[in-house]
């Protein structure tokens, strides 16, 4: 699917942001895990978290759909299931489904897409493996030998993904013995840490984590309790929509956010703020209003989800701007550095990038232009939004990419004012 973005001189009104990828993932697999039913109203639907839904329903869990509400009756005793588990590009379903396999009796298959197979997965066998758990990798799959996780003390380096430690964290409280998992410096992306502990927290699974985030220590033979959740709006999608705003010179109010929320993403209103737009923290809202005036600069190893959707604020900044340590973005769904500079160059911004950094000297007014999605939701979202600010049209290629995190993104965007035409159906 290729989506024409035309430019457009304001954006106005509000939207609902859609629920959180990372909460509606975590909640699925807490729910495997407990004995008894969990209810989970307004779930994120997405390619991603569909995957992690048909995982957790291959290891025996029973999912009841009803309009926004999912009732997930868990399976403590887990069973290995008899088919791949298919991972699709999700690697939080991989990363997460892994550690838990090992709890399963039996040998489970993980299958995955062309893109998620060059994903790092390695760190997390090896950790697992001084663990007591045996696997297998093969290029496009992973072979878990369930047997229970034995426990003991292991390792994983804290720059390459969160996602490992909190798949560790959702299965070693099953364990025969304590766990310790001693986490590498630098430790990046510790917000997300800190919301798989409180999803454990809320389903009577207690983990200690050190404060400087090195040291997790993990309690044996704990049992999961059922809990009634609503998954917060997600702040890594609405920060495009904020910063579509910010790019027009627009005011929208994005609701179905909360600020006191776990996610380290709400960094988007600082950095807005920063930039010279006027940002309203409401009740269960965020607005935008005004012009990016001043240059972004960032500090990228927590917030790494962000970084695309500040690239594109940053073409409309005036000055330079410099986004840093963003080494992971190397290790998504493409490598995004690469990817953005490639892109939004096509575009006419002035655009370098460095070892882990991107610098952007802003102020150019950028042009349409064919862009190449990268088979990437961020990046799709990133060179749509910049592209409302541009001269002349855009052409988004493989646009339906945004389903991995944000199926409805083309759509929010057109009840905002966008002008959005996919193939011959204009929104």
């Not at 990828?21 to 729910?31: E, F, G, N, P, Q």
């Not at 779930?43 to 048909?54: R, Y």
Request: hydrophobic content about 40%; some cysteine.
């Amino acid at each position: 699917m290729n989506v024409t973005i035309k430019p457009v001189k304001a954006l106005e009104g509000e939207v609902e942001a859609p629920p959180s990828k990372s909460y509606t993932h975590r909640i699925l697999v807490a729910a495997l895990l407990s004995n008894g039913k969990t209810v989970m109203e307004k779930p994120l639907v997405s390619d991603d978290t569909l995957a992690t839904l048909e995982a957790i329903k291959a290891f025996g869990a029973h999912v009841e759909q009803e309009d926004d509400t999912w009732e997930i009756k868990g399976c403590p005793n887990l069973k290995a299931p008899k088919r791949p588990v298919d991972c699709r590009e999700s690697g939080t379903t991989l990363r997460f489904m892994i550690p838990v396999a090992a709890l399963a009796r039996g040998k489970t298959t993980f299958v995955m897409g062309p893109s998620l197979s060059n994903r790092p997965i390695e760190p997390l066998l090896q950790a697992l493996n001084l663990l007591g758990v045996k696997t297998q990798h093969n290029p496009s799959s992973v072979v878990v030998y369930g047997d229970g996780i034995k426990g003991g003390r292991t390792t994983l380096p804290g720059a390459i993904s969160s996602q490992f430690a909190s798949g560790l964290l959702f299965a070693c409280p099953r364990a025969k013995m304590d766990t310790q998992i001693t986490l590498t410096k630098p430790i990046e992306s510790k917000s997300y840490i800190e919301m798989t502990e409180e999803v454990l927290w809320k389903h009577s699974v207690k983990v200690k984590i050190s404060e400087d985030f090195s040291c997790i220590k993990v309690p044996s033979r704990q049992n999961y309790t059922p809990f009634g959740h609503r998954v917060p709006g997600d702040f890594s999608s609405a920060a495009y929509l904020l910063s579509a705003a910010a790019i027009t010179s627009s005011k929208i109010r994005v609701y179905n956010l909360d600020y006191t929320s776990k996610q380290g993403d709400k960094a988007i209103l600082e950095i807005l703020k920063q930039s010279g737009v006027d940002v309203h923290v409401g009740e269960n809202f965020i607005e935008a209003q005004g012009a990016i005036n001043n240059p972004i600069k960032i500090d990228a190893s927590d917030i790494p989800d962000l970084v695309p959707a500040c690239t594109a604020m940053a073409c409309y900044a005036t000055g330079m701007s410099e986004i840093r340590n963003a080494r992971r973005l190397r290790y998504k769904e493409s490598d995004r550095l690469t990817a953005l500079c490639a892109e939004f160059r096509k575009m006419g911004a002035n655009i370098t990038v460095k070892g882990d950094s991107l610098t952007i000297r802003g102020s150019r007014r950028l042009r349409g232009t064919v862009i190449d999605s990268h088979n990437d939701h961020r990046i799709a979202m990133a060179c749509a939004i910049a592209a409302l600010g541009a001269e002349g049209n855009s052409v988004i290629m493989n646009a339906e990419c945004v389903g991995k995190s944000y199926p409805k993104f083309f759509r929010d965007l057109s009840l905002l004012g966008a002008n959005i035409i996919d193939g011959e159906l204009d929104w």
